[in-house]
């Protein structure tokens, strides 16, 4: 029910904007930024990201936008980010989480690794086939990244990835799971002369990075 109600709140439309907005920023986001993206006014703004925050889609930190301390300095800002749990419902309830956790679970005791990045990289290699064959450059890989939900951003010349759709089960199992995510994208991305893959983690962000071919470094 908890999830439920969590993503009923987004069916305001202003709200969902907030959401959106803040969950796409690589920073925390004040109240005045979020209302001027999303064309509303401050304390409308302020009302729904608490409304946000309140079902778990959002959280707050705080934090003095002046940089500075001690007397003077202001109060501190309440700001906002995305939250890190996650949200799904399915109607009637399933529990697809805990089973993909004990596949996992065995994978790793077994030592499946090469076996889970063999399937991972055939369905990749099928995406791609739906998709309609290899990409192009970074530009189009990123837009095949964004529909994957993987939420890539630029960031000196390669394509990082802000979100893992595999984030819960790559916090118990990375090296199995970053694995597999990393011949699923090999998978995805096979034929595109321009553009390679490689794991590169980094906290907060997704194990894989998508950037230049050899070939085309230069």
């Known amino acids: ?14 709200r969902r904007r907030l959401y959106e907005y803040v969950g796409a920023q690589d920073h925390e986001v004040s109240r ?23 079902a778990g889609l959002l959280e707050t930190v705080s934090r003095r936008l002046t940089g500075r301390s001690g007397p003077g300095a202001g109060r501190p800002a309440k700001l906002y980010r995305r939250s890190g749990e996650e949200r799904g419902v399915s109607v009637p309830p399933r529990d697809y989480r805990t089973a993909a956790g004990l596949l996992a679970e065995a994978a ?22 739906r998709a309609g064959g290899p990409c192009g450059g970074l530009e189009e890989v990123a837009a095949l990244l964004e529909r994957r939900g993987y939420e890539p951003r630029m960031d000196g010349g390669v394509l990082r990835m802000r ?5 819960a089960l790559s916090e118990r199992f990375p ?44």
Not at 32 to 54: C, K, S
Not at 163 to 167: E, I, K, M
């Open 108 to 129: 790793e005791a077994a030592g499946l690794d090469a076996e889970l990045a063999d399937a991972a990289r055939r369905h990749g290699a099928e995406l791609r086939e």
């Open 32 to 54: 005045n930024e979020a209302a001027e993206a999303a064309g509303v006014q401050r304390t409308l703004a302020a009302f729904h990201l608490d409304r946000l925050v309140e």
């Open 175 to 218: 090296p199995l799971v970053c694995g597999m995510n990393l011949a699923l994208l090999e998978g995805l991305l096979e034929g595109s002369e321009a553009v390679r893959v490689r794991i590169d983690a980094r906290p907060g962000w997704c194990c894989v990075v998508a950037g230049p071919s050899k070939n085309n470094e230069d």
């Open 1 to 14: 029910m908890e999830d439920i109600e969590a993503i009923a709140v987004l069916r305001d439309p202003v």
């Open 163 to 167: 979100n893992c759709p595999f984030h």
